[in-house]
Nanobody, 126 residues
């Protein structure tokens, strides 16, 4: 059974930091691309950060570059999202995802057919 379980969300003041974790099982973690998405109240889901399975190349949503960092620990089958300098606009439910990226370039849409966690709430107060 495939499982992705997020943790680390919570309430933080603007300017603070949080590190989200996503523990996975049931698939070959190091052979899958991984990503974090988020969905704010009343808005659609958006990609936050993704990492390729081939060379662990990572990319970010442009507005978040420099504040958020995605990482992976293959020995623990766990991915992380370090979030710094948080803003109230970062308030959202954050989801981790994993997908077989195939041979094409990695993109957000690759994860539409992947595995997803249940989400963790991040609330940033002003």
């Amino acid at each position: 059974e495939v499982q992705l379980v997020e943790s680390g969300g919570g309430l933080v003041q603007a300017g603070g930091s949080l590190r989200l974790s996503c523990a996975t099982s049931g698939f070959s973690f190091d052979a899958y691309a991984i990503a974090w998405f988020r969905q704010a109240p009343g808005k659609g889901r958006e990609g936050v950060a993704a990492m390729s399975s081939y060379d662990r190349y990572s990319f970010y949503a442009d507005p978040l570059r420099g504040r958020f960092t995605i990482s992976a620990d293959n020995a623990r089958n766990t991915m992380y999202l370090q979030m710094n300098s948080l803003k109230p606009d970062d308030t959202a439910v954050y989801y981790c995802a994993a997908a077989d990226e195939g041979s094409g370039p990695l993109s957000w849409s690759v994860f539409d057919s992947g595995f997803w966690g249940q989400g963790t709430q991040v609330t940033v107060s002003s």
